[in-house]
């Protein structure tokens, strides 16, 4: 198999890695302006987590007004400030708002809201207006010259990549053996593709990695023993094996929380925090905490008042983390304005874009107007 060969042989379309909810992007070091040894590890609340009841604003009596039965009692919530307080499931992350390592940013969202599901979180992985739509995902658009894309059957903000479709790393790598002999000797010809074919030698040593992450990767990390705690282990098994990953996507869901919340949402909040200490301390034990921001994202918030149902509705802004050795630690964004609300939902202060700016900017150093289609001001939530 000659190489024009095998690129066609792999086609268009994601690589599953065989990873429980993980989503991996493997960029070849083209573009030399671009810094992706800075890892970026977003996590997916899929089904919209409520804002209100991750971040408290337990100071302002029309929190409990508004949610009599769902509001967390004062007493109960981990303080931040005088103002605001974490969930008591997120109690474990208190240790990273006072070692300055954990940032929440208020009201993200964007200009005429969107409540569907599918169409926000398609609004979310293209980074388009709420009236456009766009078919590649904005982490697809600044990894278009950067080579190889390891996604999944979701791949969110990966979608429309130039990237492989295959079942698993063992499949990449029985497809890719035969091209090795080859990488390195002969000159990439001209082609739409000629920026692949010439980093064939990342792809074939990201597939031999992947192939073999978890046999030889060892890590002292205790991970939980839930789906999202293996998701965790997995992507750290795969940075353990030395792949060059630069976007690592893993999605915890459940958070459409229409009836009985208080179980739900604590125990998902419960099963997020474990999760971010289990990271950390990977990231950690393999020297890449400094190196990397971990960014939440949800489709949407929750409506700020409860229903008749113990739970919450489709809403608008809602919060996020950011996690990081170089994040600068602190609450971003406006405070929730519960007595300025737009037919019964949160008005969004943060464009969900900054974020994304913050990250091509400030942690990859990279362009952002062409990427996200405009400017969008990055939050300084990072240290040099």
């Not at 960029?27 to 997916?44: G, Q, S």
């Not at 979701?154 to 130039?162: C, I, K, S, T, Y």
């Not at 497809?175 to 000159?187: D, E, I, N, S, Y």
């Amino acid at each position: 198999m000659n190489r024009r060969d095998f690129i066609r042989q792999l086609g268009a379309g994601a690589l599953t890695a065989a990873l429980p909810g993980v989503v991996l992007a493997v960029p070849a070091e083209v573009n030399r302006n671009t810094d992706y040894r800075n890892l970026l590890v977003l996590i997916e609340l899929k089904g919209a987590n409520d804002g209100l009841n991750t971040l408290i604003p337990y100071a302002d009596s029309m929190y409990y007004a508004l949610r009599p039965r769902l509001a967390i009692r004062r007493e109960e919530v981990v303080t931040l400030t005088e103002r605001a307080g974490l969930h008591p499931s997120l109690a474990s992350l208190l240790p990273l708002w006072q070692s300055g390592e954990l940032a929440l940013v208020q009201g993200v969202g964007y200009p005429t809201p969107n409540l569907s599901h599918f169409r926000s979180i398609e609004i979310w992985d293209t980074a388009s207006k709420s009236d456009e739509t766009l078919a590649e995902g904005w982490l697809a658009r600044a990894f278009a010259a950067d080579g190889l894309l390891v996604g999944a059957q979701e791949p969110g903000p990966l979608a429309g990549a130039r990237t492989v479709a295959l079942a698993n790393p063992e499949q990449f790598l029985r497809q890719a053996r035969p091209l090795q002999a080859h990488t390195g000797r002969v000159a990439a010809p001209p082609s739409a593709l000629s920026h692949l074919l010439g980093v064939e030698s990342d792809i074939v040593q990201a597939a031999s990695r992947l192939g073999t992450a978890g046999a030889g990767a060892t890590l002292s990390t205790v991970f939980p023993q839930t789906q999202f705690g293996n998701s965790v282990k997995a992507s750290m098994q795969v940075l353990a094996s030395g792949a060059k990953v630069a976007t690592i996507r893993l999605s915890l869901n459940g958070f459409d929380t229409h009836q009985n919340q208080p179980g739900t949402h604590a125990n998902l909040l419960r099963q997020f925090a474990e999760g971010m200490i289990a990271l950390r301390s990977a990231l950690i034990e393999l020297g890449r905490w400094d190196s990397t921001l971990v960014m939440s994202y949800s489709e949407f918030g929750r409506r700020a008042a409860e229903n008749a149902s113990n739970g919450t509705d489709h809403g608008t802004a809602g919060v996020q983390f950011a996690l990081g050795g170089r994040v600068k630690g602190g609450l971003y964004g406006e405070a929730p304005r519960l007595d300025r609300l737009d037919n019964g939902n949160l008005v969004h202060t943060v464009d969900f874009r900054s974020l994304y700016a913050t990250v091509l900017e400030r942690l990859w150093g990279a362009d952002s107007t062409g990427v996200l289609r405009g400017r969008f001001a990055p939050l300084d939530l990072m240290r040099a």
